[in-house]
C-alpha cells in the first residue's frame, strides 16, 4: 500500500513538472510574442492577418501595376500582378467567406477575362477592358455597401518599376 501511495505521489510530480515545461514553452515567436493557448495564438495570427481591407490595400497597389505595366507594354509584369490579384482575392474570401456572394462574378468572369487580355499584348484592347474592370471593382464595393470607395485609374505612377 505504501509503495502504492509513493508511486502515486512520483507520477504526480512527474506529472505537474511536465506541465510546467508545457507552460513555459507556450509563448513562442520572437521574445514569445504569440502566448497563450493554441486557441488564443491562432486568433492572434488570424487578427494579425487582417481582413478584407488589407486584402484590398494591395489588390489596390496590383491594380495600379497592372495598369502602369500594360501602358509600358510590360506583358510580363501584367501577368504577374493579375496572378497576384487573383491570390490576393482567393486569399482575401477565404478570411472573410461573407464577401464571397459579392466577388462571384468578378473571380469567376472578370479575371479570367483579364488574364485573356494580357495574353492579346494590345495596348488599345487592353485599356477598353481595364474600364471594364475598374467597373467590376466597383460594382463589388456598391454590392458591399463601400460605394464612397471609388475606383479610377491611376494618374500617376507610385512603385520604381520601369519597362
Ligand atoms: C468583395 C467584392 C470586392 C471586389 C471584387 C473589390 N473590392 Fe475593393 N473593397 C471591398 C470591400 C468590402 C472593401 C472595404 C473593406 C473593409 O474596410 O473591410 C474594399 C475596399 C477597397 C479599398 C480601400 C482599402 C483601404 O482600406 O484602404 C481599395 C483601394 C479597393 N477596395 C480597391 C479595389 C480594386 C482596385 C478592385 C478591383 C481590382 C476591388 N477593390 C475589387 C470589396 C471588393
Redesign the pocket.
Known sequence: MKYLFSLFIISQIAFSCQNKAEEKSTAVGLDGWLEGTTEEKLDEVAHQLG???RT??E??YR?SELYWAAMDENWGYADHQIEH?IEAMEDGLKRRPL?AA??EE?MKETLPYMESLIEKEDKEEFLKGFQM?TS??NA??AK?G?SA?M?QAPLNRTSPVRF
Open positions: 481582413g478584407f481591407s484590398m490595400v489588390v489596390g491594380y490579384i464577401r459579392s466577388a468578378f474592370f467590376a471593382c463589388c464595393h458591399e463601400e470607395i475606383i
